[in-house]
T-cell receptor
């Protein structure tokens, strides 16, 4: 079974803090993805990575950056958290036939 | 640009009734298609996928979906709803413009309510 883990299930941060969300997969997948999920807006792609140190912007990259130093780990960084970044963050790992496998999600609250 | 449309943001059925969740896609090239389910406060779990083999695809928990190219549809069905099916369901299609990066385009989601 593919396993995708995220570092925190729930996180509370203050406005202006730097926030790190970590994602680890155990299936040696090339592709990894970060989404945010908000009510009524579905899943929106923030960034994705198709190889170590390679990244591409998704649909809503503003206010975020990513890091992929090792194949199994993909980090999402909020350089200066703002209240409009309160959301559910989902990491996914991409396997064969473009199937994505999701982690449990991190619910982030920015006060 | 490719898109996925899920008709109905909320669907309510009685326990034991047929479940039908609708998904239409726009793509000139036959895509791969997926249905995912999300239970409260969890990530998305793959229900089933179509990858150009059989047009009727069976998934987990008794769900199935049929790929109809002429209708550009991939509707999800289950003959008899169970209370545990209450969740949010997402249809997704491969983004053929993404040059093999594995990107998916997701629909807006349909919340399934199952009444006793």
């Amino acid at each position: 079974d593919v396993k995708v883990t995220q570092s925190s299930r729930y996180l509370v941060k203050r406005t202006g803090e730097k926030v790190f969300l970590e994602c680890v997969q155990d299936m040696d997948h090339e592709n990894m993805f970060w989404y945010r999920q908000d009510p009524g807006l579905g899943l929106r792609l923030i960034y994705f990575s198709y190889d170590v140190k390679m990244k591409e912007k998704g649909d809503i990259p503003e206010g975020y950056s990513v890091s992929r130093e090792k194949k199994e780990r993909f980090s999402l960084i909020l350089e200066s958290a703002s209240t409009n970044q309160t959301s559910m963050y989902l990491c996914a790992s991409g396997g064969s036939l473009e199937t994505q496998y999701f982690g449990p999600g991190t619910r982030l609250l920015v006060l | 640009a490719q898109s996925v449309t899920q008709l109905g943001s909320h669907v309510s059925v009685s326990e034991g009734a047929l479940v039908l969740l609708r998904c239409n896609y726009s793509s000139s090239v036959p895509p791969y298609l997926f249905w995912y389910v999300q239970y409260p406060n969890q990530g998305l779990q793959l229900l089933l996928k179509y990858t150009s083999a059989a047009t009727l695809v069976k998934g987990i928990n008794g769900f199935e979906a049929e790929f109809k190219k002429s209708e550009t549809s991939f509707h999800l069905t289950k003959p008899s709803a169970h209370m545990s099916d209450a969740a949010e369901y997402f249809c997704a299609v491969t983004d053929r413009g993404s040059s093999n990066t594995g990107k998916l385009i997701f629909g807006q989601g349909t919340t399934l309510q199952v009444k006793p």
